[in-house]
């Protein structure tokens, strides 16, 4: 805790048995030396492997065994994904060529290598995501009643309809901007869809103007197939038809441009960077600064613009060069622009076309037959929760019950990412009006919600919470809620620490974990780690937490090390490590030095990961797995066999060097044996998945097990929503 708040001064900163056998293990040869293990091509590099994540975020839309339109999502969110991915990881690139200050990665490649090299996947990923569209997404669609069709291709009564809605919907909203000597070139502001419009006067001359397609309305308008209402109704099964929102207003320039005549109009998109500079040293209040910051951000420069393939080259240049961006960041692309905007035919009724629903299980312990009270159950043991498998409402009743319960004196919390219409924040403003003692930490630099945190944050101010807004040099990524309760002649202290966000929603999307206990180390632990985010304590090394940046990355290291002695010494090393990513050069080096020594190395890794398995002598007991399907995979899981004494921690934390050292992370152990045993279970469902498993090989690429296909097929997401309060 002392090295915390001195970085926030100084700153002011027997196994588990996997159904699928793993690959027999034999005596790696000697172990290169210390200079081996740093050279580069060990090494993945970390964008281009964040891209192939992307890659297998495409293929589920891709996979004709997903749900059309859960397959339709996924095509959204990989160009989400991509969009982001241009705001923050590009953006900071461009920032080091900009700069001459270039960064070698931990590959060996500087900025400016890897920009290249993304340019060239990426347009390798917009080629195949658009061939995929148009050749098997959209007929797929059309075959299932649901029409996205070019304005060209509809009959007069759609285009009637289509006009109709633009008159009374669209045409109040828009706004030309002109561009001449004038008028500047108008802002451009992130992620929107733009038309880029030529209009000719009556004296032949030609001008340039801009219509931003609003994004608070529908960007695929919907259009009848039949010319009449009372056809509509008759039809059984009437298909549906949507035209995207700019092709509406192409088709409707004319209202926009009157006495003009419209020589041309092209869609076309831009992408800023979004990861803004926050000088946290000169601030001397951190809410004003993120404030001011989430102006600038709309400001900042371009890294990406996305056009027609059509648009003529002309009209191209006259984009460059107002918006100030290179020839290397056009990407011409067919249209549509921005598929991120099929996430509207989400919300379609077609439950046949979508997963089908699921509730969450609610332990017994937790249900309506219960007659003690949630602290009486954590008091007996310790609760684990695995979302949204089990039910998030525990949680959420945890806050409640401390917040009216007389004997509850605090509640402290750290808040991240709760939400809109957040119960958990509710409970925080009930527990306060009840006259307890509340204090949250609200991250205010949890990127791209932080205009959401500083509402939140206010309002919990408003009410008399006591708030801190995150710290200085640190953002504050830990999952952990603290009540203080009077029982007696004692106080004792509750905790719930988790994986996840404090957010319901994301609940029911996310695999997370958490954790209720009254554990009396940990409860201390936790003490002195809400005094140090809150105030200032006193020196302390926490005796069960590993917290970041204070002695998670040196009990890492020290729990592998013990791995290794442990095969040495004749015990069958076993390490199974389950992340969001995994990036800390240290980390790595330190897997490949258990590798080496013979011990077997699992590791899932949803996302990125920049060790290299199946290098022979280095890491050919090490296989890395990556489960991508229905829920997105976010818990962090990590086992140690140590010599049959087995120990699992769970947390907040991935293996990345911002994680280890330049956020406030909490990894906290699971000391019940019933609980270890879960957890292990729930390891070796992962680890024996067929259907949605990818294998990263020495090459950097992800292969597909060969049995997905197969009837069967084992799915550890499927196995585990239907064997729910079983694992």
């Known amino acids: 805790m002392a090295r915390m708040r001195a970085h926030r001064a100084q700153t002011l900163e027997s196994a588990p048995d996997p159904a699928v056998s793993h690959a027999t293990q034999v005596k790696a040869p000697r172990l290169p030396t210390p200079r081996g293990l740093d050279n580069p091509e060990l090494y993945i590099n970390r964008e281009l492997s964040l891209l192939e994540f992307q890659r297998r975020v495409l293929e589920e839309a891709e996979d004709p065994t997903n749900p059309l339109l859960e397959r339709v999502k996924f095509l959204s969110i990989f160009s989400s994904n991509l969009d982001e991915f241009f705001m923050v990881r590009v953006a900071g690139l461009m920032k080091q060529v900009a700069s001459g200050a270039q960064e070698v990665g931990i590959d060996g490649r500087s900025a400016g290598l890897q920009l290249q090299l993304i340019r060239q996947q990426v347009a390798q990923l917009a080629e195949e995501s658009h061939h995929f569209w148009r050749q098997d997404l959209r007929p797929a669609l059309e075959r299932a009643g649901i029409r996205i069709a070019d304005f060209s291709d509809l009959n007069q009564q759609q285009r009637a309809a289509a006009d109709a809605f633009f008159l009374h919907n669209v045409f109040p909203v828009l706004t030309p901007l002109a561009f001449d000597g004038s008028r500047p070139f108008p802002h451009i502001s992130n992620r929107s869809v733009n038309l880029a419009v030529v209009v000719r006067d009556q004296e032949g001359e030609e001008h340039f103007a801009r219509v931003k397609i609003p994004d608070t309305l529908p960007q695929l308008v919907p259009v009848k197939a039949v010319s009449s209402e009372e056809e509509f109704a ?411 004494a087995e120990e699992v921690y769970v947390g907040s934390a991935d293996l990345m060097r911002r994680s280890l050292r330049h956020r406030v992370e909490i990894v906290f152990p699971v000391k019940s044996p019933k609980l270890i045993s879960r957890l292990k279970e729930v390891l070796s469902v992962y680890t024996a998945d067929e259907a949605k498993v990818r294998s990263l090989g020495s090459d950097g690429r992800y292969t597909r097990s060969p049995k997905r296909n197969e009837p069967g097929a084992r799915n550890s997401q499927a196995w585990l929503l239907t064997h729910q309060g079983t694992a």
């Open 234 to 644: 008759k039809t059984e099964s009437p298909e549906l038809v949507f035209v995207w929102l700019e092709q509406v207003i192409a088709a409707n320039l004319l209202h926009l441009f009157p006495g003009l005549r419209i020589v041309e109009a092209h869609p076309f998109r831009v992408i800023r960077d979004a990861d803004v500079a926050v000088q946290e040293l000169e601030s001397d209040d951190l809410l004003e600064t993120i404030e001011e910051a989430m102006r600038q951000r709309r400001f900042l420069d371009a890294v990406r613009v996305q056009v027609s393939s059509s648009m003529p080259q002309k009209i191209v240049d006259i984009l460059t060069s107002n918006i100030e961006v290179g020839p290397q960041q056009v990407y011409r692309i067919e249209n549509p622009i921005g598929f991120s905007r099929l996430a509207e035919l989400c919300s379609l009724d077609r439950p046949d076309l979508k997963d089908k629903p699921f509730s969450s299980f609610t332990p017994p312990i937790f249900g309506p037959e219960c007659q003690e009270d949630i602290f009486a159950l954590i008091r007996r043991e310790d609760i684990l929760l695995h979302h949204p498998y089990d039910s998030f409402q525990p949680v959420v009743e945890f806050l409640r019950q401390a917040a009216r319960d007389p004997q509850v004196l605090a509640i402290k919390m750290t808040l991240y990412r709760v939400g809109r219409n957040s119960p958990v924040v509710a409970a925080l403003l009930d527990a306060v009006e009840d006259g307890k003692q509340v204090a949250a930490l609200v991250e205010l630099k949890a990127r791209f919600d932080e205009e959401s945190n500083i509402e939140w944050a206010r309002t919990l101010e408003d009410a008399g919470v006591h708030v801190v807004y995150g710290l200085v040099g640190l953002k504050v990524h830990s999952k952990i809620a603290l009540v203080v309760r009077q029982e007696g002649d004692a106080i004792r202290r509750y905790l719930h620490l988790g994986t996840g966000n404090y957010n319901p929603a994301t609940a029911r999307l996310y695999t997370d974990l958490g954790l209720f206990t009254c554990d009396e180390e940990l409860s201390e632990d936790a003490n002195y780690f809400f005094n140090a985010l809150t105030g200032y304590s006193a020196q302390h090394v926490p005796r069960s937490l590993l917290v970041a940046p204070v002695n998670l990355a040196e009990r890492m290291h020290e729990l592998i090390r013990r791995e290794i002695k442990l095969q040495e010494s004749g015990e069958q090393g076993h390490l199974i490590f389950k992340m969001n990513a995994l990036e800390d050069p240290k980390i790595i080096r330190l897997l490949y030095e258990a590798s080496h020594a013979g011990v077997r190395v699992d590791l899932l890794v949803r996302g990125f990961c920049c060790l290299r398995p199946g290098v022979p002598g280095v890491s050919e007991n090490i296989r890395v797995m990556s489960v991508v399907g229905r829920f997105l995979e976010h818990s962090r899981i990590y086992y140690f066999r140590n010599g049959g």
